[in-house]
C-alpha cells in the first residue's frame, strides 16, 4: 500500500512568511510524529498524535510552531513567521494500532527559509 | 535524559567486507531500541527493533544487532556490505513509553568501496 507521503516535498520561503507543510499517514496509523532533522544530525522530535488528539508538543521549540490533525488522519506543521534557523527538513512517521513503537517515515519536506 | 551517541561520524568499508556500527545509549530501565537507514532522497527506513527477550535481533537486509546491557550498546552488523548498503545510518531510542518519541543519534555515513 502507499506509504506516508509529505507535501511539498520542497519549499522556499522568505523570512517572515508563514508555511504550512502537510503530512499524510499510512491508511489506519492511528498515531502521527512530526520531527526536524538539522543536516549532520539526526531527527528530533516535534510533536505527536493519536487520532486527532494532539498528545505531546514539548519538542515543538516555541509558539511559531503548531500543529493540527482535525480529522484524525491528514497533519498540518504550522511555523509562523519564518526564520533562517527554521531551516531544516521536517519528516512525519505514523504507525498503526497497537505498534507505536514501529514508525514509519515519509519523505520529508525540505524547508529552506532565505 | 534518555541519550544517543553514535561515535562515528563516517565509515568507509571494502565491498564484501563485514560491517559494524556503534550506538551507545544511555536509559535508566530496559530501552526499547533501533536502528534506520536513510538513502539520498528517501525516507527513514527501518532495519530491525529490540525490545526484549534474545539480546541478537535480525533485521531487514541481512543486517543484524545485538543489545549488551553492560556496555549500553546496540551494535549493527553485516557479515558482507554491497555497494547499495551505502547510507546514513540512524541509531534510536524509544523516549520514555513506548511509541511516543524516538531519540536519535547524530548518524553514521557508511561508504562502500569496490
Known amino acids: 500500500g502507499a506509504g506516508v507521503s509529505q507535501s511539498p516535498r520542497y519549499k522556499v520561503t522568505k523570512r517572515g512568511q508563514d508555511v504550512a507543510l502537510r503530512c499524510d499517514p499510512i491508511s489506519g496509523h492511528v498515531s502521527l510524529y512530526w520531527y526536524r532533522q538539522a543536516l549532520g544530525q539526526g531527527p528530533e522530535f516535534l510533536t505527536y498524535?493519536?487520532?486527532?488528539?494532539?498528545?505531546?508538543k514539548s519538542g515543538l521549540p516555541n509558539d511559531r510552531f503548531s500543529a493540527e490533525r482535525p480529522e484524525g488522519s491528514i497533519s498540518t506543521l504550522t511555523i509562523q513567521r519564518t526564520e533562517q534557523r527554521d531551516s531544516a527538513m521536517y519528516r512525519c512517521?505514523?504507525?498503526?494500532?497497537?505498534?507505536?513503537?514501529?514508525?514509519?517515515f515519509g519523505p520529508g519536506t525540505r524547508l529552506t527559509v532565505t | 535524559a534518555q541519550s544517543v551517541t553514535q561515535p562515528d561520524i563516517h565509515i568507509t568499508v571494502s565491498e564484501g567486507a563485514s560491517l559494524e556500527l556503534r550506538c551507545n545509549y544511555s536509559y535508566g530501565a530496559t530501552p526499547y531500541l533501533f536502528w534506520y537507514v536513510q538513502s539520498p532522497g528517501q525516507g527513514l527506513q527501518l532495519l530491525l527493533k529490540?525490545?526484549?527477550?534474545?539480546?541478537l535481533v535480525q533485521g531487514i537486509k541481512g543486517f543484524e544487532a545485538e543489545f549488551k546491557r553492560s556496555q549500553s550498546s546496540f551494535n549493527l552488523r553485516k557479515p558482507s556490505v554491497h555497494w547499495s548498503d551505502a547510507a546514513e545510518y540512524f541509531c534510536a531510542v524509544g523516549r520514555g513509553q513506548a511509541g511516543t518519541a524516538l531519540i536519535f543519534g547524530k548518524g553514521t555515513t557508511l561508504s562502500v568501496s569496490s
Open positions: 529490540y525490545f526484549s527477550g534474545d539480546t
Open positions: 512517521a505514523s504507525s498503526s494500532p497497537g505498534r507505536s513503537y514501529e514508525q514509519y
Open positions: 498524535f493519536n487520532y486527532e488528539a494532539q498528545q505531546d
